[in-house]
């Protein structure tokens, strides 16, 4: 117990022997009424318990300090007649803050703004309480200042950003931030790398199908299952192959000003080889001779010569080729053979077509 507590119960007891004394009335209610505090426009008002009556306690609440006798109050404190009480509203001023941050592959920087209004409050007033939690309340906002341009620009200074910045996106976010009402808390995008335009690369485009046998086009009359799929052969002439040239590619740049390179563009292998011929501009390749086009390493050659090793039959399907065509068996019932040059066939030709 303080000295001064010690004091008020010494007080105590004294003019409550001297009301037993003169006979007055000792009730329960008379001896036990305990101390309050009153709030009025900011002050504090400390009414002393009578009799055994406790002395009032005050508690800091929401948005306010409370000092006894100068010191602050973390939790509650128990106040004596002589003690000095005072609360003060929390104020909160207007407060706009700026962070960057940049994309972990440096092609996106945001900003995050954080705005939050000015508050100011006051201490509600509050009769006879004998444990007192002051809290403060709302008098009026102030709405948060925007950041200017200036101020975005800065901040992304130095956070490191310096290339791909949005005039638009800068003023889009000042724009935001004053038509809010209150507390703004957002992230917006405002700087942008340029990426990086990749080179094309030469590549070849082939006009005729590599392998030997292909799918043959269904026509608008009967199918002839015979003839499902066809030998890959070209006439005389045919353009076989193009050399596309190449495209250089474009560096690219991040937020942060670094290069972002690119590669030469990779060139493409075209040759002329035997059955076909190379124009003059180095990227045309056409048949000299009718016969199998195909594709080896780059080279574009015509076979002129097919060779049928046994019979023509429904497991071969019909011969149409441009060059010549060598069989070493026969030909067998319903086959068809056709050729643009010389046919050779080993054996004989029973009920079949042979064109040559």
Known sequence: VSVAQARVIVRSLDALLDDLAAGADTSRDVLMQDGTLTVRDGCVRVTPPSGRGRHPVIRPGRNVRVFVNGRPVERMQVVTPGDAVRVEAVDQEPRTTVGVHVAKDRMTAYVTVVAQPGVRRRVPDCQGAADLTVHAVTEHTTPPSPPTVDQLRRALAEAGVVHGISDAALEEVVRRVESAAGEVRETFPVAFGTPAEPPVDERVELFFEPAQRVKAEAGDGPV?????????????????????????????????????????????????????????????????????????RGVVAVHPLHMVNGDVNPATGHVDFHGDVHVTGGVSDSMRVRAGGAVLIGRGVSNARVEA
């Open 224 to 296: 002839d299952l015979l003839g499902l799929y066809r030998l890959s052969t070209v006439e005389p002439g045919r353009l076989l192959a193009v050399k596309h040239e190449a495209r250089e590619g474009r560096p690219g740049r991040t937020v942060t000003g670094k290069d972002i390179l690119v590669r030469k563009p990779r060139p493409a292998v075209l040759k002329a080889g035997e059955g076909a011929r190379m124009l003059e501009d180095g990227r045309h390749v056409v048949a000299a001779a009718g016969g199998r086009p195909t594709l080896v």
